[in-house]
């Protein structure tokens, strides 16, 4: 059984930073990874993606320049620093797996795995 938890979520003032973190557990082939974010009132829209074998990374527009996925393979930990943050970043942010395809373009947003999501709140 796959299972996806975040953690690092909470409160921080604008312009401050954050870690979140995702462990996946339980899967049995190499899959993407990724962020998404649903604030209230929108839809769910991707943030961050990375491939397996980390070589391709999709940055959303807000999120370029400003955030950085990254992943730890051996512990299957993906992680998202965030920093420079502002009040629009409010969301719950939620950590999947099993994304395909990934491009520098594109995230899907079907994946086959999902965490229960960690809160972040960005203060003005």
């Known amino acids: 059984q796959v299972q996806v938890v975040e953690s690092g979520g909470g409160l921080v003032q604008a312009g401050g930073s954050l870690r979140l973190s995702c462990t996946i557990s339980?899967?049995?082939?190499?899959?993407?990874m990724g962020w998404f974010r649903q604030a209230l009132g929108k839809e769910r829209e991707p943030v961050s993606c990375?491939?397996?074998?980390?070589?391709?990374?999709y940055y959303s527009h807000s999120a370029k320049g400003r955030f950085t996925i990254s992943t730890d393979n051996a512990k299957n930990i993906v992680y998202l620093e965030m920093s420079s943050l502002k009040p629009e970043d409010t969301a719950m942010y939620y950590c999947?797996?099993?994304?395909?395809?990934?491009?520098?373009?594109?995230?899907?947003?079907?994946?086959?795995?999902w965490g229960q999501g960690t809160q972040v709140t960005v203060s003005s």
């Open positions: 999947a797996a099993g994304i395909y395809p990934i491009s520098a373009k594109e995230c899907d947003a079907s994946a086959d795995y």
């Open positions: 339980g899967l049995t082939f190499a899959s993407g």
């Open positions: 990375i491939t397996w074998n980390g070589v391709t990374t």
